[in-house]
């Protein structure tokens, strides 16, 4: 029996779902510590699971891999199917490496409902893992919906003091986008008697069917990644989440949306992605160019990274829609690099205000006297930020600026103006917050990161530095996927 063989896929999705109902059955706020311990082992385990995903991968192969097919609802033709290539297995790997640092982060912060707690980030990150693995439309869109409800919970029981708006909006706005897609996967339904994605792709299509199919796959993906103008949600949502929640959203939710386009938009609609490919660049570069500017006035610094998000994942969408493999592959690796990196900002920012209660800039200064470790890798994780090079920040940013050129010099200025604005912005911050004399008493009390946090950080920056200095084995596992996906969408689909 080879692991390709083994339902490798099956148990990254359910480990952690069921270990998150271990938790919540035995768990209870008399002995947190045996939640803790339970979500750890569960986290970690699932996480061990995905690691053969990587060593048994063929690179070499666009099919998709640790293929599972079961029928689930046979009168309409529905089927438990599930499936990764080159595209998603590196967002199935990072969703369960995040889980287990967040885990980790919430190990003493959280003192209230502790087993809840751990429980909801295990289940989300079974049901995020179940989105990029569905190979069945219906079974997307039921795991893609199913992660509103512990997100929800996370923001509105252990959020901040305007939870409850912040919970709303994030739902609302995101599952009323929703809606129009599964009416769009009613259609393709009807038009093809079948719920599988690639019997979809074959199907041939007018080009006005393509088109509000497009859109529909639009709202939804859209306010999800988020992109320019409905990407008013994150920022609130961001502010008000405990600091796990705000890692995960960061990290990998925002890459829902973004992985949508990729499934569903290009290869379902592809003679209109190229019409409507123009709409989506300058939507793209309004959001590196003018949210980039927002961030650089926000005085809170957890709505200074969440706008920064809407920057990167403005350049995951340019690289998508150029059609060009550097620029789709410098996208991917873009995705892949926010997830490490944005995840670590908002890690030293949930440090920062388990100590002093506070996200304004101004209430601190002078951070680097009292707390060296955290300093330097705060600093690291800026720099990676703003897209230095030997950081992940800086491929990713590299390949979709060097794409852009190619198609365009003005949309690749544009584009490039964002290695302006994030080190404004990042460095700004930085400065403000540590460097400087010791500026109130509150900051002259602080104490250094102690080995829990050490760890976490340590773990994020060693895969930064990795994937900026060598992000081979990155793009090697996802470049016959995107060369594929690339010829698809480059074959005209009209009847």
């Not at 080879?2 to 919540?24: K, N």
């Not at 002093?356 to 800026?382: E, Q």
């Not at 230095?388 to 103006?417: D, M």
Request: charged residues 10%.
């Amino acid at each position: 029996m080879t692991m390709q063989s083994l339902p490798l896929l099956s148990l990254a999705i359910w480990l952690p779902i069921l270990s998150g109902i271990v938790v919540l059955a035995v768990g209870n706020d008399r002995n947190p510590t045996g939640a803790r311990v339970l979500a750890l082992i569960g986290s970690l385990v699932s996480f061990l699971v995905t690691l053969p995903l990587i060593s048994n991968f063929d690179a070499n192969t666009p099919a998709f891999q640790y293929v599972e097919k079961t029928s689930w609802i046979e009168r309409f033709h529905i089927n438990y199917f599930l499936g990764i290539d080159g595209i998603s297995l590196w967002l199935v790997v990072l969703t369960a490496l995040i889980t287990v640092i967040v885990v980790i982060a919430g190990w003493e912060v959280i003192t209230e409902r502790v087993a809840q707690y751990m429980a909801a980030f295990l289940i989300l990150s079974g049901l995020m893992i179940g989105v990029f693995s569905a190979q069945d439309g219906l079974l997307f869109y039921v795991f893609f919906e199913a992660t509103l409800i512990p997100m929800y919970l996370i923001i509105g029981v252990w959020g901040g003091p305007n939870r409850v708006y912040a919970a709303f909006k994030f739902f609302l706005y995101t599952l009323l986008g929703s809606l129009l897609m599964l009416v769009a996967l009613i259609y393709l339904y009807n038009a093809t008697g079948s719920f599988t994605l690639t019997d979809w792709y074959a199907a041939k299509l007018p080009m006005n069917v393509q088109i509000l199919l497009f859109v529909a796959f639009f709202m939804a993906f859209a306010v999800k990644v988020p992109m320019w103008p409905v990407h008013t949600w994150l920022p609130d949502a961001h502010v008000e989440a405990p600091t796990g929640g705000s890692v995960v959203l960061a990290a990998i939710m925002l890459k829902l949306g973004a992985y949508g386009f990729l499934r569903f938009s290009l290869p379902i609609a592809p003679d209109a992605s190229h019409y409507l490919s123009g709409f989506m660049i300058a939507l793209a570069l309004i959001a590196v160019v003018y949210i980039g500017l927002v961030a650089l006035v926000q005085t809170d610094m957890k709505k200074l990274v969440a706008y920064s998000s809407i920057a990167h994942m403005g350049f995951a969408i340019l690289g998508f829609f150029m059609f060009s493999e550097i620029g789709m592959q410098g996208a991917m690796v873009q995705m892949i690099s926010h997830g490490f990196v944005s995840g670590a900002m908002f890690l030293c920012i949930g440090v920062l205000y388990d100590r002093m209660h506070s996200r304004n800039i101004a209430d601190y200064g002078g951070v680097v006297n009292t707390m060296p470790k955290f300093a330097a890798f705060f600093m690291l994780f800026a720099m990676a930020n703003s897209g230095l090079p030997a950081t992940s920040g800086f491929v990713g940013e590299f390949l979709v600026i060097l794409g852009a050129v190619k198609l365009n010099f003005w949309v690749g200025l544009l584009a490039a103006t964002s290695l302006i604005t994030g080190a404004a912005y990042s460095l700004w911050m930085y400065k403000r917050v540590i460097f400087g004399a010791i500026a109130n008493d509150h900051v002259r009390e602080l104490i250094d990161i102690n080995k829990r946090e050490f760890f976490m950080l340590a773990v994020l920056a060693a895969l930064t530095l990795f994937m900026g200095i060598y992000p081979k084995p990155f793009t090697d596992l996802m470049h016959t996927s995107v060369v594929n996906l690339l010829a698809h969408v480059a074959q005209t689909k009209l009847p």
